[in-house]
């Protein structure tokens, strides 16, 4: 009854959370119970299910809550007690509960004390294997009636095959290394898993043959059962918490000397029913999926270390172990489903793991034993395959590995590489591809294209060689094409290799683009989604190669500007632009959008000039569309555009561009209003571009009434939400930095002026994210760049200074710390900073900054504690130089005996190493638009200038002015002499150093 009252009806509101405690209790108490001699082994394997499926239900419910009754280390210790119940060899003394910890957790595996219900059979059982290992089962179903029919789908292809597991059978020696049970009998099994040897039950009488396949049969469900009910905890249960029993199901190293521990790889390789097998790897792929947190601490490249091993070293070996045993079980799976499944585990394990933190060699192994599966006679195994090999080159892409072994021949490895005969010779390769094989071969390219693009384009392309199964119906387009799964996942896998090796995908440009117009061309959507995709990676890939090779002498190794522009003719001519006028299709749409939004400038400016109107003009009207996804997705295309030299100084465009943009940034969608935020935030850059480049013409030109709507627009964005303010309050800042004394005359500039000010110092003193705050203070530096403005003497000014002194000194986050000092340095001249008062203000907040400039409680942020104390630095010398004799007291009120010590040693610290401090200090947040490129002051000319100036008025001063004079004044000059002392010391030592060498 339990079972029912957890299950839930959809639409209806679930069991209340006293009955739920209850019911969880009756089924716990049921798992733990013993079997009672009186029941029947297979009423008992019923009751066992029932309740398995019924904690099934309850977990289905819901987030997993830790409540004093309900103990997850219980549960999984009798979970993992009957995902090995009745396993053939395997008699599990499991502990009543599992802790949490690094350490594997022992269970012992008693095999000689099997459950009695099935000693003799087994051990009649493995008797009868031994003398008949090349019999065949498949009849032993047909004597048990219904449920032996069922057992033998079950172990379909379970059957010995005649092919050997490869040249290395040492990895087979089940008992040393990768077996996990022990047969009743004692004898250890070798070569192959337990499941694969053949056995006969002609041994058995009829009713005895039927009754030990129906206990099997029952038994498995269990296992099943359990490892369901395992699936359903790893989906409600939060990883960071399983992480902690990590060991208890995934093993850390072979079994040497001893039993090795019971995990789901020995269910993988050892269980006799291919459903069981793959339920294992189900729930081992849950628990890898979203795992790369959790396993980036894996590490083994340093030196081993003798008195103890760090967890980063056991999590290695764990890794290494979880491929050594799933390519095991690659090997020997003869079941299709479960064959998948491996693969799919593979796919999981490959994406969650650091390799650039392991020694290599790890995924040579699998990726020569997972090519022959790509023609495998299932399509649901070539579709995994294909998966596999899309995770192998997308991950931490390019790996050096991975790289070596896509420049191989199609018909070898890097294993079976001519001159390469070990490990370290594979290491040393890896590490240097351009040089020259011992075997004469240059392995720093291949002779021809990439053998696995080859392969992709083929399987995409071309018909199919023979007939596969009958899984394969009804996926095609073609009749005597690879099915669209097949097509589908080769053409993800050339989307990656583009994205990740686009250095070996480069030579095949043209073809790769001709592919992707046949598929844009085709009927199926998805395909033309597909095709969509590759094109946008391969012109995204132009862009990097251009992108990080601008300012290098290694210009040969880009593709050419030509070739660029002839690849974007033949697609632009081709279907792209259908599907880009395609309204029945807007995720196609969408999809064009963003192809076309990955042409190179430069490729772009030589085109046809109605090639380049037309992209333009379509991309214009999708701002329109009906669909938000199209709508998003041109109005982002646009902001790429306005960036492009050609197409920048175009006031027409501009102003087109402008009006699409405000009016995407009134829409009702979120993402509409991000992507068109966004675009004016790169439209106004191109303003201040132009302002600095063109001049006053472009500027005059520019439409007032467009610029104040633009004015008025980015303000309501900055109260809209983080991801449309983070780009708004850019956009804001270069407005007011590019408006002109025409524009601040008229009276109708004042409340938006006005009203864009507030906006930035609401943001800049907010709760918003420090992405949004950053660009904030980012803005407001913008501003003060700004001449023209009255700062200083403006209302604004004031509450302007006293945000920037705020965060400065208060903010959590570095990042914006830096930027609101270099946004407080930005003015140029004594003025700009108001009265006495506001100028002490600024003052005091950046010594108060730097003096507590360590201080922080999120050890993260102590990485950028050397840019902030530069930036910091740099402001006060900056304030320094502008300060008056009327300034001097603010000056000397924060130099107290307490604070003085620590300012003098940061200030001379900075002026031994400012160039380097600063480079990091100035770039911002990954990723982000706002970037400050001006030039440091020379930190030691500043002082000496301040020294000159202030020396002069000192005889002038009055008698309480000439105290704080002193004391600056011997506050700069203690600087500027330790500083030199510091100096001369260095270059005395390097000089008696340089004396000593020979």
Not at 638 to 663: H, Q, S, W
Not at 688 to 698: A, D, K, T, Y
Not at 854 to 875: G, K, M, P
Request: aromatic share 6%.
């Amino acid at each position: 009854m339990s079972i029912w009252l957890c299950a839930s009806v959809p639409g209806q509101p679930y069991l209340e959370e006293p009955y739920k405690g209850v019911c969880y209790g009756i089924l716990l108490r049921t798992l733990q119970s013993p079997k009672p001699p009186d029941v029947e082994d297979i009423v008992f394997c019923s009751l066992l299910q029932s309740a398995l499926k019924g904690m099934q239900y309850f977990l289905n419910g819901g987030k997993w809550k830790a409540v004093p009754n309900q103990d997850l280390g219980t549960l999984l210790a009798v979970l993992k007690r009957f995902m090995f119940y009745g396993l053939p060899g395997v008699s599990v003394e499991m502990p009543q509960v599992l802790y949490p910890a690094p350490l594997p957790q022992y269970e012992t595996v008693s095999a000689a004390k099997p459950e009695p219900a099935q000693d003799s059979a087994v051990q009649k059982k493995n008797a009868g294997s031994q003398q008949n290992k090349k019999r065949k089962s498949r009849g032993k179903g047909k004597k048990a009636g219904a449920e032996g029919k069922r057992d033998a789908e079950e172990g379909e292809g379970d059957e010995v095959k005649s092919a050997g597991v490869g040249g290395d059978q040492s990895g087979w020696s089940l008992g040393s290394q990768s077996s996990s049970v022990t047969s009743a009998s004692g004898v250890t099994p070798q070569l192959y898993p337990s499941w694969k040897k053949g056995s006969s039950d002609s041994e058995f009488s009829d009713p005895e043959g039927g009754m030990q396949s129906k206990l099997r049969l029952y038994q498995a469900r269990v296992r099943q059962s359990a490892l369901q009910c395992f699936l359903a905890v790893v989906k409600c249960v939060e990883k960071r918490i399983l992480y902690g029993y990590w060991s208890s199901f995934v093993p850390d190293a072979p079994g040497i000397g001893g039993p090795p521990p019971l995990t789901l790889l020995t269910i993988a390789l050892k269980d006799p029913s291919p459903k069981v097998r793959a339920g294992s790897l189900q729930v081992l792929s849950a628990l890898l999926e979203g795992s790369r947190q959790f396993l980036s601490t894996a590490e083994d490249t340093s030196a081993p270390r003798q008195a103890f091993t760090p967890f980063s070293a056991t999590l290695a070996a764990s890794v290494r172990e979880l491929h050594r045993g799933l390519l095991l079980a690659l090997v020997a799976e003869s079941s299709c489903q479960t064959l998948t499944q491996v693969l799919k585990c593979l796919a999981h394990l490959v994406s969650n793991v650091p390799y650039n933190r392991l020694r290599p060699g790890l995924l040579s192994p699998l990726w020569k034993q997972i090519r022959p599966y790509i023609r495998h006679r299932d399509v649901n195994v070539r579709v995994s395959c294909l998966t596999l090999f899309g995770a192998l080159v997308s991950t931490q892409a390019p790996l050096p590995e991975i790289q070596l072994l896509l420049q191989q021949p199609g018909s070898t490895s890097a294993l079976n590489t001519p001159g390469v005969r070990t490990p370290q010779e594979l290491s040393h390769n890896w590490r240097r591809p351009g040089t020259s094989s011992p075997g004469g071969g240059v392995e720093g390219g291949p002779e021809g294209p990439c053998w696995l693009l080859q392969l992709c384009v083929s399987l995409v392309t071309q018909p199919r060689e023979e007939p596969y199964s009958d899984s394969d119906a009804g996926g095609s387009s073609g009749a005597s094409l690879e099915p669209s799964p097949v097509r589908l996942e080769a053409l993800q896998v050339l989307a990656h290799l583009v994205k990740g090796y686009f250095s070996l995908a480069q030579t095949s440009l043209l073809e790769l683009g001709q592919l992707s117009a046949r598929c844009l061309a085709e009927q199926e959507p998805s395909v033309q989604l597909h095709g969509a995709k590759l094109l946008e990676e391969l012109g995204t890939g132009i862009i990097q190669q251009y992108r990080a090779d601008a300012n290098t002498p290694q210009s040969a190794k880009l593709v050419p500007v030509c070739q660029v522009v002839q690849f974007w003719s033949e697609v632009l001519s081709g279907p792209l632009i259908s599907a880009l006028q395609n309204e029945q299709h807007p995720t196609l749409q969408t999809s064009a959008c963003d192809t076309i939004s990955s042409i190179l400038p430069q490729a772009f400016s030589q085109l046809p000039d109605k090639t380049q109107v037309l992209c333009i003009t379509l991309l214009l009207g999708l701002t329109y569309s009906e669909n938000s996804l199209v709508k998003s997705a041109a109005v982002r295309a646009l902001g790429v555009y306005i960036l492009f030299p050609c197409l920048r100084e175009d006031v027409m465009f501009v102003a087109d561009t402008a009006n699409a943009i405000l009016t995407a940034l009134d829409d009702r969608s979120p993402n509409v209003r991000a992507k068109a935020a966004w675009s004016l935030g790169n439209l106004t850059d191109t303003l201040i571009v132009n302002m600095q480049s063109v001049g006053l013409e472009f500027q005059e030109e520019f439409s007032d009434m467009l610029l104040l709507n633009m004015l008025r627009s980015a303000t309501k964005a900055s109260g809209d939400k983080d991801r449309v303010k983070s780009n708004a309050v850019r956009a804001l800042g270069n407005l007011l930095h590019f408006l002109q004394p025409v524009h601040l005359g008229k009276p109708v500039f004042e409340q938006p002026l006005q009203e864009a000010m507030t906006a930035l110092i609401e943001t800049v003193r907010g709760d918003a994210t420090m992405k949004v705050r950053w660009n904030a203070c980012y803005a407001l530096g913008n501003t003060f760049r700004n001449r023209s403005l009255p700062l200083g003497s403006a209302v604004w000014s004031k509450e302007a200074y006293s945000a920037l002194s705020y965060v400065v000194t208060s903010c959590k986050n570095f990042k914006v710390r830096i930027k609101s000092a270099a946004a407080l340095s930005v003015p140029s001249t004594r003025d700009c900073y108001g009265d006495v008062d506001q100028f002490a203000e600024v003052w005091q907040a950046l010594a108060q900054a730097l003096e507590h400039s360590e201080d922080t409680e999120d050890f993260l942020e102590y990485r950028y504690c050397a840019s902030l104390r530069s930036q910091l630095c740099r402001a006060l010398l900056h304030l320094l130089s502008l300060c008056q004799p009327e300034d001097l007291p603010a000056l000397r009120s924060s130099l107290s005996d307490q604070s003085r010590p620590v300012l003098q040693d940061l200030l001379v610290r900075y002026l031994g190493d400012k160039d380097v401090a600063l480079v990091a200090g100035v770039d911002g947040p990954a990723g982000e638009e706002a970037v400050d490129h001006s030039a440091p002051e020379d930190g030691l000319m500043v002082l000496n200038e301040t020294l000159t100036r202030l020396k002069g008025p000192l005889e002038e001063t009055v008698l309480d002015r000439s105290e704080d004079l002193k004391t600056v004044l011997s506050f700069l000059e203690d600087v500027v002499r330790n500083f030199e002392e510091i100096k001369e010391s260095d270059c005395n030592e390097s000089s008696l150093q340089l004396s000593k060498s020979p």
